[in-house]
């Protein structure tokens, strides 16, 4: 069955340091998300990407965060300087293939991201 | 804005008991309903979906009625296992097909 690949799973850095997350969607999937999970709480989208696009970034904090979606395929998040508050775990989300139900979002392990 | 609320846990139930947990969910609209279930340190897996009231999803024992009168989702099984133990997401796509998530509600089954 195909599935969501991220990496890496963990990461600890210091604040102010620069990190960086991939992901690879499902084949065929034309949309692809980044959600922030923070301890204890349900994720919460951070950018949408429709193919190379980018559909919803309105909750992305722009000054630091970035993400890129170049060939329309896998993806990169990039924080720079990561802060103590960005300590989450950070889901990847793909859906839509082409042709098919626009509903179900299939997710990857995650990142789990740690700010000393 | 659409939002959803869960019912907080824990949710502690000895083995082969009844679970019921709440969701209820604000929207314009009839969006799809769905239950996420995650296990301790991975991402989410789909559970189950309806895409319009009175749909029943189901799966793994787990189901969950798309009730548009009472703008509810909830989720039950007959009866846990030991293996259940995980946090239940509820959420809603939204318009712009983004997820809109609940809290979360943490499950404990006692053998």
Known sequence: EAEVAQSPRYKITEKSQAVAFWCDPISGHATLYWYRQILGQGPELLVQFQDESVVDDSQLPKDRFSAERLKGVDSTLKIQPAELGDSAMYLCASSTPRGGNTDTQYFGPGTRLTVL | ?111
Not at chain 2, 38 to 55: H, I
């Open chain 2, 1 to 111: 804005g659409d939002s959803v609320t869960q019912m907080e846990g824990p949710v502690t139930l000895s083995e082969e008991a009844f679970l019921t947990i709440n969701c209820t969910y604000t929207a314009t609209g009839y969006p799809s309903l769905f239950w996420y279930v995650q296990y301790p340190g991975e991402g989410l897996q789909l559970l189950l979906k309806a895409t319009k009231a009175d749909d029943k999803g189901s799966n793994k024992g787990f189901e969950a009625t798309y009730r548009k009168e009472t703008t509810s989702f909830h989720l039950e099984k007959g009866s846990v296992q030991v293996s259940d133990s995980a946090v239940y997401f509820c959420a809603l796509l939204d318009s712009s097909y983004k997820l809109i998530f609940g809290s979360g509600t943490r499950l404990l089954v006692r053998p």
